[in-house]
Protein backbone atom coordinates (compact mmCIF):
# COMPACT_ATOMS: atom_id res chain seq x y z
CA UNK A 1 0.00 0.00 0.00
CA UNK A 2 1.79 2.97 -1.10
CA UNK A 3 0.69 6.38 0.05
CA UNK A 4 3.26 8.60 -1.38
CA UNK A 5 4.36 7.60 -5.55
CA UNK A 6 6.50 8.99 -7.83
CA UNK A 7 5.92 7.65 -11.39
CA UNK A 8 8.59 8.93 -13.16
CA UNK A 9 11.24 6.79 -12.45
CA UNK A 10 13.18 9.42 -13.96
CA UNK A 11 13.78 12.96 -15.69
CA UNK A 12 16.44 14.56 -17.84
CA UNK A 13 16.79 18.32 -18.16
CA UNK A 14 19.04 20.49 -20.21
CA UNK A 15 21.19 22.73 -17.75
CA UNK A 16 19.90 26.02 -17.60
CA UNK A 17 16.17 25.10 -17.90
CA UNK A 18 13.63 24.16 -15.36
CA UNK A 19 13.39 20.63 -13.84
CA UNK A 20 9.78 19.58 -12.09
CA UNK A 21 9.22 16.79 -10.21
CA UNK A 22 5.91 15.26 -9.07
CA UNK A 23 4.55 13.24 -6.44
CA UNK A 24 1.03 12.19 -5.36
CA UNK A 25 -0.36 11.06 -1.80
CA UNK A 26 -3.28 9.11 -1.12
CA UNK A 27 -3.46 9.93 2.89
CA UNK A 28 -5.40 13.38 3.71
CA UNK A 29 -3.64 12.62 7.04
CA UNK A 30 -0.66 14.21 5.96
CA UNK A 31 0.59 17.19 7.14
CA UNK A 32 4.26 17.60 6.77
CA UNK A 33 5.84 17.03 2.97
CA UNK A 34 9.36 16.87 2.10
CA UNK A 35 11.92 16.06 -0.86
CA UNK A 36 15.29 14.63 -0.20
CA UNK A 37 18.08 14.23 -2.98
CA UNK A 38 20.49 11.09 -2.56
CA UNK A 39 23.44 10.92 -4.38
CA UNK A 40 25.30 7.18 -4.75
CA UNK A 41 26.83 5.86 -2.03
CA UNK A 42 25.17 8.31 0.68
CA UNK A 43 22.16 8.52 2.68
CA UNK A 44 19.46 11.16 1.71
CA UNK A 45 19.59 14.57 2.58
CA UNK A 46 16.86 17.12 3.12
CA UNK A 47 15.76 19.66 0.58
CA UNK A 48 12.73 21.24 1.26
CA UNK A 49 9.97 20.61 3.27
CA UNK A 50 6.30 22.42 2.95
CA UNK A 51 3.63 22.34 5.90
CA UNK A 52 0.00 21.68 4.45
CA UNK A 53 -1.63 24.71 5.54
CA UNK A 54 0.96 26.39 2.98
CA UNK A 55 0.57 25.89 -0.81
CA UNK A 56 4.45 27.02 -1.85
CA UNK A 57 7.51 26.81 -0.02
CA UNK A 58 10.92 28.77 -1.80
CA UNK A 59 14.41 27.79 -0.91
CA UNK A 60 16.61 29.83 -3.57
CA UNK A 61 16.60 27.79 -6.65
CA UNK A 62 14.05 25.03 -5.16
CA UNK A 63 10.38 25.39 -4.86
CA UNK A 64 8.05 23.27 -3.57
CA UNK A 65 4.22 23.73 -4.31
CA UNK A 66 1.57 22.12 -2.41
CA UNK A 67 -2.01 21.15 -3.96
CA UNK A 68 -4.29 19.51 -1.25
CA UNK A 69 -7.24 19.13 -3.05
CA UNK A 70 -5.17 16.92 -5.95
CA UNK A 71 -3.29 15.52 -3.60
CA UNK A 72 -0.15 16.43 -5.32
CA UNK A 73 3.39 18.39 -4.94
CA UNK A 74 5.79 19.13 -7.34
CA UNK A 75 9.49 20.28 -6.64
CA UNK A 76 10.52 23.14 -8.99
CA UNK A 77 14.45 23.45 -9.52
CA UNK A 78 15.40 26.81 -11.49
CA UNK A 79 17.54 26.99 -12.98
CA UNK A 80 18.98 23.20 -13.33
CA UNK A 81 22.64 22.72 -12.77
CA UNK A 82 24.77 19.84 -13.33
CA UNK A 83 25.12 19.30 -9.64
CA UNK A 84 21.90 18.82 -8.68
CA UNK A 85 21.78 15.56 -11.30
CA UNK A 86 20.37 12.91 -8.10
CA UNK A 87 17.93 10.73 -7.03
CA UNK A 88 14.73 12.59 -5.70
CA UNK A 89 11.84 11.53 -2.85
CA UNK A 90 9.39 13.33 -1.92
CA UNK A 91 8.20 11.83 1.58
CA UNK A 92 5.28 12.53 4.25
CA UNK A 93 4.31 13.11 7.69
CA UNK A 94 1.68 13.58 10.16
CA UNK A 95 1.91 16.62 12.47
CA UNK A 96 3.96 14.30 14.94
CA UNK A 97 6.21 13.47 13.20
CA UNK A 98 6.53 9.52 14.11
CA UNK A 99 6.52 7.87 10.82
CA UNK A 100 7.35 8.89 7.43
CA UNK A 101 6.54 7.56 4.28
CA UNK A 102 8.75 7.53 1.14
CA UNK A 103 7.91 7.80 -2.95
CA UNK A 104 9.88 5.62 -4.49
CA UNK A 105 12.51 8.25 -6.31
CA UNK A 106 12.94 10.13 -9.44
CA UNK A 107 16.15 10.30 -10.62
CA UNK A 108 17.16 13.34 -12.31
CA UNK A 109 20.09 13.91 -14.77
CA UNK A 110 20.84 17.11 -15.74
CA UNK A 111 22.21 17.66 -18.98
CA UNK A 112 25.57 20.37 -19.40
CA UNK B 1 30.61 17.93 13.54
CA UNK B 2 30.18 14.53 12.45
CA UNK B 3 27.25 13.31 10.71
CA UNK B 4 25.08 10.00 11.31
CA UNK B 5 27.46 7.11 11.51
CA UNK B 6 26.21 3.29 10.74
CA UNK B 7 28.18 -0.09 11.18
CA UNK B 8 28.93 -2.20 9.69
CA UNK B 9 29.18 -0.57 5.91
CA UNK B 10 28.71 -4.05 4.03
CA UNK B 11 27.73 -7.21 5.74
CA UNK B 12 26.90 -10.55 4.03
CA UNK B 13 24.66 -12.94 5.95
CA UNK B 14 23.24 -16.21 5.61
CA UNK B 15 19.08 -17.16 5.30
CA UNK B 16 18.23 -18.06 9.04
CA UNK B 17 20.86 -16.14 10.37
CA UNK B 18 20.64 -12.63 12.52
CA UNK B 19 22.06 -9.59 11.80
CA UNK B 20 22.75 -6.14 14.63
CA UNK B 21 23.17 -3.02 12.87
CA UNK B 22 24.22 0.10 14.82
CA UNK B 23 23.59 3.89 14.76
CA UNK B 24 24.96 7.06 16.14
CA UNK B 25 23.53 9.68 15.96
CA UNK B 26 24.33 13.75 14.82
CA UNK B 27 25.50 15.03 18.98
CA UNK B 28 22.17 16.70 20.34
CA UNK B 29 20.11 14.73 18.59
CA UNK B 30 18.08 12.16 20.44
CA UNK B 31 15.42 10.64 18.04
CA UNK B 32 16.61 7.88 15.56
CA UNK B 33 14.74 6.21 12.79
CA UNK B 34 15.22 2.95 10.57
CA UNK B 35 14.40 2.53 7.30
CA UNK B 36 14.92 -0.36 4.55
CA UNK B 37 15.02 0.72 1.19
CA UNK B 38 15.09 -2.29 -1.25
CA UNK B 39 16.82 -1.60 -5.32
CA UNK B 40 15.23 0.84 -7.09
CA UNK B 41 12.67 2.00 -4.28
CA UNK B 42 11.90 4.28 -1.73
CA UNK B 43 13.24 4.22 2.29
CA UNK B 44 10.31 1.98 3.77
CA UNK B 45 9.81 3.28 7.23
CA UNK B 46 10.71 0.70 10.07
CA UNK B 47 10.79 2.27 14.02
CA UNK B 48 11.37 5.55 15.42
CA UNK B 49 12.66 5.91 18.79
CA UNK B 50 13.17 8.88 20.78
CA UNK B 51 14.34 8.76 24.48
CA UNK B 52 14.77 5.08 24.31
CA UNK B 53 11.04 4.45 23.55
CA UNK B 54 9.83 3.23 20.70
CA UNK B 55 7.87 5.85 18.86
CA UNK B 56 6.45 4.84 15.70
CA UNK B 57 6.56 1.45 14.06
CA UNK B 58 6.57 0.39 10.06
CA UNK B 59 4.73 -2.46 8.89
CA UNK B 60 7.32 -5.28 9.03
CA UNK B 61 7.38 -8.80 10.94
CA UNK B 62 8.28 -8.99 14.63
CA UNK B 63 11.55 -10.23 13.54
CA UNK B 64 12.61 -6.72 13.47
CA UNK B 65 13.30 -5.23 16.68
CA UNK B 66 15.40 -2.44 17.93
CA UNK B 67 16.51 -0.41 20.89
CA UNK B 68 17.75 2.92 21.96
CA UNK B 69 20.49 3.20 24.37
CA UNK B 70 21.40 5.90 26.84
CA UNK B 71 23.46 8.09 24.75
CA UNK B 72 21.12 7.78 22.21
CA UNK B 73 22.52 5.12 19.97
CA UNK B 74 20.92 2.89 18.64
CA UNK B 75 20.84 -1.24 17.21
CA UNK B 76 18.38 -2.63 14.64
CA UNK B 77 18.25 -6.20 15.14
CA UNK B 78 16.95 -8.62 12.36
CA UNK B 79 16.64 -12.09 13.38
CA UNK B 80 15.57 -15.49 10.91
CA UNK B 81 16.95 -13.90 7.80
CA UNK B 82 15.59 -14.29 4.10
CA UNK B 83 16.71 -13.49 1.22
CA UNK B 84 14.30 -10.46 1.19
CA UNK B 85 15.99 -8.82 3.70
CA UNK B 86 18.46 -7.57 1.36
CA UNK B 87 18.65 -4.17 1.28
CA UNK B 88 20.11 -0.61 2.25
CA UNK B 89 19.26 -0.06 5.99
CA UNK B 90 19.38 3.67 6.63
CA UNK B 91 19.19 5.59 10.04
CA UNK B 92 18.24 9.04 9.96
CA UNK B 93 17.58 11.08 14.02
CA UNK B 94 16.76 14.35 14.25
CA UNK B 95 16.54 16.84 17.16
CA UNK B 96 13.34 15.53 19.00
CA UNK B 97 10.41 13.69 18.49
CA UNK B 98 8.61 16.35 17.02
CA UNK B 99 11.04 17.38 14.34
CA UNK B 100 10.50 16.77 10.68
CA UNK B 101 13.98 17.25 9.16
CA UNK B 102 15.98 13.75 9.56
CA UNK B 103 19.92 13.59 8.98
CA UNK B 104 20.57 10.26 7.47
CA UNK B 105 23.58 8.14 7.23
CA UNK B 106 25.18 6.21 4.27
CA UNK B 107 23.50 3.13 5.46
CA UNK B 108 24.46 -0.69 5.51
CA UNK B 109 24.26 -2.87 2.54
CA UNK B 110 23.35 -6.01 3.94
CA UNK B 111 22.98 -8.73 1.47
CA UNK B 112 21.33 -12.81 2.49
CA UNK B 113 22.62 -15.46 0.95
Known amino acids: DQQVKQNSPSLSVQEGRISILNCDYT??????FLWYKKYPAEGPTFLIS?????DKNEDGRFTVFLNKSAKHLSLHIVPSQPGDSAVYFC???????????FGSGTKLNVKP | DAGVTQSPTHLIKTRGQHVTLRCSPI?????VSWYQQVLGQGPQFIFQYYEKEERGRGNFPDRFSARQFPNYSSELNVNALLLGDSALYLC????????????FGPGTRLTVT
Open chain 1, 27 to 32: NSMFDY
Open chain 2, 92 to 103: ASTLGDRYHEQY
Open chain 1, 91 to 101: AASSYNFNKFY
Open chain 1, 50 to 54: ISSIK
Open chain 2, 27 to 31: SGHKS
